[in-house]
Nanobody
């Protein structure tokens, strides 16, 4: 299982970014995917979850209405569209999945929201 995140960077408050997570090594279309984030000195936080077919999506209250999780099963990729970004969204963002009881994580991508 390999998960590779990309799309992070520096953005001003109120701006937007789209994160991508390319997956390989498993049957992507049959697995729930999640985005987590971890800010310095804080616990890891679940940001968004999407079902295997994309029909069910859930979000943390802190990002609801601003972030959208989606997936393209033909491309084995999950996305996180982030809008109206705030300083408190600054964190390393990870995509993850669980296969046979084992959790797999990407290396993370840094998102910094600052003027």
């Amino acid at each position: 299982v390999q998960l590779v995140e990309s799309g992070g960077g520096l953005v001003q408050p109120g701006g937007s970014l789209r994160l991508s997570c390319a997956a390989s090594g498993f049957t992507f279309s049959t697995y729930v995917m999640r985005w987590y984030r971890q800010a310095p000195g804080k616990e890891r936080e679940l940001v968004a979850v999407i079902s295997s077919d994309g029909g069910m999506r859930n979000y943390a209250d802190s990002v609801k209405g601003r972030f959208t999780i989606s997936r393209d099963n033909a491309k084995n990729t999950v996305y996180l569209q982030m809008s109206s970004l705030k300083a408190e969204d600054t964190a390393v963002y990870y995509c993850t999945t669980t296969k046979y009881g084992n959790s797999y994580w990407g290396q993370g991508t840094q998102v910094t929201v600052s003027s």
